[in-house]
């Protein structure tokens, strides 16, 4: 039988490694590329047309939930696991309603990555056995339960996603801007669509909506 072919995606290198050892003794899973930011891990998982991804909820760049649509539109087949330390519903929501058939958390044994790892790939649901077996059920109610913040969020680009992602993690526009290959003019009128489309500028504000439609999580809000 031919392996299950996987890409790991997560911005620690222990996490890395402990993944690369599991998947190297399972016998019936192979790793086919690595990556420690969401944007790398896109570009990646195009050229290798892994059977699962793994992806790393909170990564640099581009976040794991951010991958999951781009990842889906060119690669349909490719069955993805949200890796996290979070067990919000709306993260479980998002990750699903994106496409996302596994949610496994980073408390887990690594036994259960390669359990949800040979279960999507079968293009069955996994999640780690600390969720709500409810969620899965309230998130076939998907658009009636959307909230009008995940609906202007919605409105957004995969651009301008990008940098709502970036500015809530506190990098300014020069930071921004060399990060995406893009002129700081071309930031500032990407920030100034999402000030309009979601109706907040204020950095806080920003991340407080980030926070409560699922894109960001408590790591990155300020230390009191």
Request: hydrophobic share 40%; charged share 25%; with cysteine.
């Amino acid at each position: 039988m031919p392996k299950i072919t996987v890409f790991v995606a997560d911005d620690h290198a222990i996490v890395r490694e402990g993944l690369r050892q599991v998947i190297a003794a399972s016998g019936d899973l192979e790793l086919v590329g690595e990556a420690g930011d969401g944007a790398t891990a896109i570009r990646e998982i195009r050229e290798t047309r892994p059977d699962v991804a793994i992806l790393d909820i909170g990564m640099p760049v581009i976040s794991g939930l951010e991958c999951i649509p781009q990842i889906k539109s060119d690669l349909p087949n490719t069955a993805i696991v949200i890796l996290s330390m979070f067990t919000r519903d709306t993260f479980v929501h998002k990750t699903l309603a994106d496409g996302g058939l596994g949610y496994v958390l980073k408390s887990d044994p690594l036994s259960e990555v390669v359990a949800a790892v040979r279960m999507v790939a079968r293009g069955r649901y996994f999640l780690s056995r600390e969720l709500d077996s409810d969620i899965i059920h309230s998130l076939m109610r998907s658009e009636e339960g959307k909230t009008p913040e995940q609906h202007r969020y919605e409105k957004l680009s995969l651009r301008e996603q990008q940098v709502f992602r970036l500015v809530i993690e506190g990098k300014t526009t020069k930071d921004i801007a060399a990060i995406l290959y893009l002129s700081p003019k071309t930031v500032e009128k990407h920030r100034g669509n999402i000030s309009r489309k979601l109706g907040v500028s204020e950095p806080l504000a920003l991340l407080k909506l980030a926070m409560k439609i699922g894109v960001a999580g408590p790591d990155l809000w300020p230390d009191s």
